[in-house]
Structure formats: C-alpha cells, structure tokens
C-alpha cells in the first residue's frame, strides 16, 4: 500500500511556518504499514493544488492532505478539489450547523467567509471535527482515496485518528511493522557503527537525530504482519542489547518521562538546583504528568546572592572559587537535596554565552553536581559545543542523565551513566 502527503498553504511554502504536519504524518503512515513515497508542498492556488492532487494519485492509494479548510479568502482546498474532479461544491447542511453553534458558543455570528467552511466537493464524504470548527473531507480522486483535514495540529491528529486510521486498515493486509528506539548521550555515528551489519533482507533501519537525542526505527517486512512484527522486534532487542543504556524508551516515551519513571520506581525523590538553565530542567520534568510524586523543587538561583540567600551556597566558596565550579556545584546540590529533605538533587551552573566566558573557564564550561542521601557529594565537569541553546539544553539532559543512573543504580560509583557522557569530559 502506497501513501503521500501533501501539504497546502503559502506560508509553508514561503518558510513562514514549520512543516510538523508532514513529519508526523508519514511516521503515522509508515507505523500502519503504508509505503509513503511522496511528501510535497504547494501554496494556495486552485490550479496547483488541483493539478498536484492529480500528479500524486498516480503513485499513491492513499492520500493524505492538510491545509486550506478555514474560514478566510486563501483557503482554497474544497475548491481546488472540486475543479479537479470537474464537481460542484455543495453545502452541508449538518456541518453549517454544526459551526454555527461554535461560534454562537464563543458569542460570535456564523456570516461570510466562516460559512464557506460548509462547502464540500459534490459527493465527499464529511469528517468530523471533534475540537474545531473547519470539518474536514474525504473522496476519490483519478483512482486514489484522498482525505483533506485541517492544518491546525492538534485538530489534524485528532481527526486523522478517527477518520484516517479506520480506513487505512481496511484496505489489506499489513506486512511491515516498525519499532522505535530512543537515545541520549551516543553519537550518531557511534549508533550507526555498532548496528551496521543488522541491515539485511526485510530489515532496514533509520535514524533521526533530534538533538541531543537519537532515535532508531527498526522496519521489518514480511509475509504477515505478525512475522514482521517478530522479525523487527527481534532485531531491536539485538540493537537495545549493542546500544546499552543509551537507550531509555520507545516511540512515544520522552526522556524526562523515563527519568520520572525511573525515580518512581526506586522510590526516590528530587530536588533541582538550576544557574545556568534558568528552569529548564524543572521545565522538562513537569512536563510529564504525575511528576509531583518525585519532584520537591527546583530552584533557580542565577546569581551569586540567590546561591547563598536560597540554597546557602557560602559566599566565601563563590569568591574563592567562582560560581562555575565543582565547590559551587556541589554546594548547590547540598543546599537543594537539604531545603526539600529529598533523596537525591542535581545541580547545574555553567556560562551558556553568548559572553562571560574567559581563557580559564570559557562559554560552555558547565559543573554539575549530585547529592545523594547518605552519600557522598559528586561532581562532573562538561563543555559543551554550540550556541546558548544548545549548550543549556545539553546541560539540562547531562543532569537528568545524572539523576536516572542515581535511581537506576543508587550504590553506583558515581561515574557519569553512558546517557551523560559529556562531549569533553575534563575532570571531576
């Protein structure tokens, strides 16, 4: 089974948007089976889109399309569809009704272009939109099954899931299966150097780096779906085996999530102590729902007084030594794991740059520290390569990779786990 995805709007075209629209969509493809051989973009015009439609129903049974359902003078989808297959566009009544009481629910009137939203090529079949008010339409076009939803992502997912899906399984029999590895802490080419030879026949690998992260997707085809799906999990537990503890989940799992995970399951709790960062930290582990069961704290403490006033960070330490330093790192981890009564707390402090970097200590210089109830306070120097952002991004990871080897292994040395190696590792 064949797939492609178009996506419409001038400001994809133009660069004035991100295109996350086309990404996830041909992973979604790609994990139901389907062979997604194009991915293209045009703007809004009717005579391009009508002829792209056209061009792509060639080479693809299923065709995926998001853009141009809205309300304004550029949305030019249902028109551009309705020229291409030589049909009039026919308003659908249960859907007029169904935006009229969005925007009578949100005190506004249903008049003018908004009502245009209800317009359909004669003969599609209607998809409901269960949180926006551009419904979205499906038919077939020069031989091929074509679905057009909403640009806006989160609306695009969910009717992709209820409408997309369902018919895509319908259409035969599944032979491919994928599966997803998720890494942090080994260069790529370290990655591809350790699974080179699992390439063989039915099997094909790929990689996607996302910084600072990697992920390996493991695509096996078979003669059913049930050999596929052995055959590619069969060669990813080869791959997990190779690649250590680098890796830390699957598809849809986030690395804070298995630090959280990892904290839960041990017990443990965490307090952050932050400089450099500015929040990022408490910021990633946040983001995961059910994190208060492990996070007490995060403390930002960017200058030397909040250091000492917060996590009493003695001022005699900051002049002596500096505030990027294993002293002050470890004196801020103390203070935090001491101010919750956590288990466990990570600190960072480092000069993200732009400025403020000098011959001894220059931009990218980041200590981190870790202090463990009932253990000894460590410490680990890093520098890091890139602009402010990836520096701090790479900082914040580092330490979370530090607070999952203190939950994974709480009698460990206190050597960095393989998930925090730094690029440079300078001391300790």
Not at 17 to 25: P, R
Not at 371 to 387: E, L, M, S, V
Request: charged share 20%.
């Amino acid at each position: 089974m064949t797939a492609a995805v178009l996506s419409i709007g001038t400001e994809l075209t133009r660069g004035e948007l991100v295109n996350s629209n086309a990404a996830w969509l041909g992973d979604q493809l790609t994990a139901l089976g389907l062979e997604v051989r194009t991915h293209l973009t045009v703007g809004d015009d009717t005579g391009h889109i009508a002829g792209v439609l056209q061009r792509m129903a060639s080479e693809a049974r299923v065709i995926v399309a998001t853009g141009g359902l809205g309300p304004t003078s550029d949305d030019l989808t249902a028109r551009s569809v309705a020229t291409a297959l030589g049909v009039e566009l026919v308003r659908d009544q249960a859907s007029y009704e169904h935006i009229r009481r969005l925007y009578a629910s949100r005190g506004r009137e249903l008049a003018g272009q908004s009502e245009k939203q209800a317009d359909f090529p004669a003969g599609a079949s209607i998809l409901p939109n269960p949180i926006g008010t551009a419904p979205g339409f499906a038919v077939d076009a020069f031989g091929a099954r074509a679905f057009f939803l909403p640009g806006v992502p989160r609306e695009m997912k969910a009717m992709f899931r209820e409408a997309v899906i369902r018919h895509v399984a319908s259409l035969g029999t599944r032979t491919t299966h994928q599966v997803h590895l998720r890494l942090f802490g080994m260069p790529e080419s370290e990655v591809g150097d350790r699974l080179q030879d699992l390439e063989t026949d039915g099997i094909t690998l790929g990689f996607r780096a996302h910084f600072p992260e990697i992920e390996v997707k493991v695509h096996a085809r078979a003669s059913t779906a049930g050999a596929a799906e052995e055959k590619a999990r069969s060669v990813a537990r080869v791959a997990r085996d190779r690649l250590g503890d680098a890796v830390y989940g699957d598809r849809d799992d986030t690395y804070p999530g298995a630090v959280g995970n990892d904290l839960r399951t041990a017990g443990m709790t965490l307090a952050v102590a932050e400089s450099c960062t500015g929040g990022m930290v408490g910021a990633m582990l946040t983001s995961v729902p059910g994190s208060s069961d492990y996070l007490l704290l995060d403390a930002v403490t960017y200058s030397n007084a909040a250091k000492t006033s917060v996590l009493g960070v003695n001022p005699d330490v900051l002049r002596a030594y500096g505030a990027v330093s294993s002293e002050s790192a470890s004196s801020m981890a103390e203070g935090a794991r001491r101010l919750a009564d956590a288990d466990v707390a990570v600190s960072i402090t480092g000069i993200a740059g732009p400025g403020g970097g000098s011959d001894e200590k220059p931009v990218g210089t980041v200590w981190l520290g870790l202090a463990q109830r009932g253990r000894p306070t460590i410490t680990a120097h890093h520098f890091f390569h890139g602009d402010r952002e990836r520096i701090r991004t790479r900082a914040a990871y580092t330490a979370l990779a530090m607070v999952r080897q203190a939950a994974q292994k709480p009698d460990a040395s206190g050597e960095p786990a393989p998930g925090s190696r730094p690029e440079t590792r300078l001391g300790a």
